[in-house]
């Protein structure tokens, strides 16, 4: 998707009432997100610069972003909150911008790993 394209869809997605729930078409994807295409030829720069002037004071990762999908592995660079939604834009592994509308109720990335951790604590202790 160009620019326009990526605005356009965006804005479709951004309010739950809507679409319905989000899912994402990209293999092995978890529901709660979309992933949009994004044309090989935009500049990350030019669409947080876009959707910057469309939906004002970015969240970036200096100052918190809210939970992402991937966060492990996509460099989420700016997210901007609406109604129940999350609008991210970052970088993938390949550097190649990556955009997606996510819950925002989401739950952040690791709570199932700390919640295992707090299993095997409250496993490992012994009453006597
Ligand atoms: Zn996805």
């Not at 709660?32 to 969240?59: I, M, N």
């Not at 991937?70 to 460099?75: A, E, S, T």
């Not at 997606?100 to 006597?128: D, K």
């Amino acid at each position: 998707m160009d620019l326009a394209e990526l605005a356009k869809a965006v804005s479709r997605l951004k309010y739950p009432q809507d679409e319905g729930d989000l899912t994402c078409d990209e293999p092995g994807h978890p529901d709660g997100h979309t992933c949009l295409p994004v044309s090989a030829d935009l500049d990350v720069d030019d669409v947080v610069e876009a959707f910057g002037e469309r939906y004002r004071d970015p969240r970036t990762r200096t100052y918190g972003l809210p939970p992402l999908p991937f966060d492990d592995r996509i460099g989420w660079t700016h997210a901007w909150s609406r109604f129940a939604r999350a609008i991210a834009v970052g970088r993938g592994p390949d550097v190649r911008p990556v955009v997606a509308v996510a819950e925002r109720n989401m739950p952040a990335a690791g709570t199932g790993r700390l919640a295992a951790i707090v299993s095997t604590v409250i496993g490992s202790v012994r009453v006597p």
